[in-house]
């Protein structure tokens, strides 16, 4: 009689009364994950003491803001001037720099959002600015990459197109549709002075959102 119980326990997925947590499930969901660029010791590229690490965050906090605002669920990857490889236990290599990479990406996979917007500031020997975004070899990515490059565009009065690459180790390994936001290019000193104040980190924000806006509108 007992192996009858027994038996039909199993067979009716019956674990126990201690059955572990479903720690995926407890995990935070959302929309989209920002990727604040850079941070801690990785202070990106520079001006002086302008540091992009430190344009990355504020950007990025206000683009949280604004999206949370319009009831889009979204995280922040990173709140403050700290390196994510602190935080990465797990992936055994020497590279700080690989190593932060890839708690980058694993936040993607666990949280299981529906897109990747890494922010970052662009650097040029030359006279180059204005915004460029790159985008993945897929065609969610070029179109989320797209609707963020028409918005900064027209924030910024240029005219550029975004670019596929596949040589950045995020837009290779991240598994939803991901872009780099390459915002302005800290050398030129007009994209420099939008970039370092507040009324300029507002309007990129804002482009931004929009861009990302306009992509849920086609792909919900």
């Known amino acids: 009689m007992m192996l009858i119980v027994i038996a039909i326990l199993m067979l009716t997925g019956w674990r126990g009364e201690y059955e572990p947590p479903n720690v995926k499930r407890a995990l935070p969901t959302a929309d989209v994950i920002i990727d604040a660029g850079h941070g801690g010791i990785d ?4 001006w002086k003491d ?18 949370r605002s319009k ?3 979204v995280i922040l990857n990173r709140t403050g001037d700290y390196a994510l490889s602190d935080d990465n236990r797990w992936h055994l290599t020497r590279s700080r720099h690989r190593r932060d990479l890839s ?4 936040l993607s996979d666990e949280i299981g959002s529906s897109i990747f917007v890494s922010i970052h500031v662009n650097w040029s020997k030359g006279k180059k600015r204005g915004p460029l975004v790159i ?4 065609g969610r990515s070029a179109m989320l990459a797209s609707f963020i490059q028409i918005n900064l565009n027209q924030q910024q009065n240029r005219f550029r197109l975004p670019q596929v690459a596949n040589k950045y180790y995020l837009l ?20 420099r002075a939008m970039l370092t104040s507040i009324p300029g980190q507002n309007r990129l924000a804002a482009a931004i959102a929009s861009g990302i806006e306009s992509y849920f509108t086609f792909c919900p």
């Open 43 to 46: 202070s990106g590229t520079h």
């Open 50 to 67: 302008v540091l992009e690490k430190d344009i990355n965050l504020a950007i990025s906090r206000k683009l949280y803001l604004l999206l």
């Open 71 to 73: 009831g889009i669920k």
């Open 103 to 106: 708690q980058r990406r694993g």
């Open 135 to 138: 985008h993945q070899d897929e």
């Open 172 to 191: 290779n390994r991240v598994q939803v549709p991901s872009v780099i936001v390459e915002t302005a290019f800290l050398n030129d000193p007009g994209d």
